[in-house]
């Protein structure tokens, strides 16, 4: 498979970075209890370059979902899928626990 990239030039170091969404600025969150998940830097982009999945494809509305979050005893293999949140799950509100 062939993926084509558009690069642009940083000014201060003269290196050459892909233009898209940085996959380390992705959201993690565990898929069993909702905790958000933090990963060492770089993660995030390994494991998409490993599933072909192109920067420029993603943007702020995407999000990686795991089943390896620390609190629910996640260790050694999980699984990640990414998700892209529709503009109508933006009207809707999280539910509310507790009393008022």
Same mark, same amino acid.
């Given at each position: 498979?062939?993926?084509?990239?558009?690069?642009?030039?940083?000014? @201060?170091?003269?290196?050459?970075? &892909?233009?898209?969404? =940085?996959?380390?600025? *992705?959201? /993690?969150?565990? #898929?069993?209890?909702?905790?958000?998940?933090?990963?060492?830097?770089?993660?995030?982009?390994?494991?998409? @370059?490993?599933?072909?999945?192109? &920067?420029?494809?993603? =943007?702020?509305?995407? *999000?990686? /979902?795991?089943? #390896?979050?620390?609190?629910?005893?996640?260790?050694?293999?999980?699984?990640?899928?990414?998700?892209?949140?529709?503009?109508?799950?933006?009207?809707?509100?999280?539910?509310?626990?507790?009393?008022?």
């Amino acid at each position: 498979m062939h993926t084509t990239s558009t690069v642009i030039a940083n000014a @201060e170091t003269g290196f050459f970075a &892909p233009r898209g969404y =940085d996959p380390e600025l *992705l959201y /993690v969150e565990c #898929g069993r209890c909702g905790a958000p998940v933090m990963w060492e830097q770089g993660r995030a982009t390994r494991l998409l @370059e490993q599933a072909g999945i192109d &920067p420029l494809e993603l =943007d702020a509305s995407c *999000l990686l /979902v795991t089943d #390896g979050c620390p609190l629910c005893g996640g260790k050694g293999q999980y699984t990640v899928q990414i998700f892209r949140v529709s503009a109508a799950a933006e009207t809707r509100r999280p539910p509310y626990y507790g009393t008022a």
